[in-house]
Nanobody, 126 residues
């Protein structure tokens, strides 16, 4: 059974940084194409970033381009989301997601992801 566990959320001031982690277990890590989504209170879930299984292709949501960076660590079966220059509008619950895929591209639609973490809260104060 596949499990995704996020960590690293918290409270940060406007302009600050956080790094989220998502550890994937239950299957060979390199077979996954992971991504991050977020959902602010009262709003629909939003695509943040996706990455192909081999890290060769990444895609970012327009609101986070240039500020957020996704990366993989195959040794620790973990995908990271480095978030810099955080803004109050980045406040949301952040979800790690993954799908089993050998394709050389990332996935942007939440319905393309089969596995989800429990979410971690990120709050940016002004």
């Amino acid at each position: 059974q596949v499990h995704l566990v996020e960590s690293g959320g918290g409270l940060v001031q406007d302009g600050g940084s956080l790094r989220l982690s998502c550890t994937i277990s239950g299957r060979t890590f390199s077979s996954f194409a992971p991504g991050w989504f977020r959902q602010a209170s009262g709003r629909e879930r939003e695509f943040v970033v996706g990455i192909s299984w081999n890290g060769g292709s990444t895609g970012y949501g327009d609101s986070v381009k240039g500020r957020f960076t996704i990366s993989n660590d195959d040794i620790y079966n973990t995908v990271y989301l480095q978030m810099n220059s955080l803004k109050p509008q980045d406040t949301a619950v952040y979800y790690c997601a993954a799908t089993i895929s050998g394709a050389t591209y990332y996935y942007k639609d939440e319905y393309q992801y089969d596995y989800w973490g429990q979410g971690t809260q990120v709050t940016v104060s002004s």
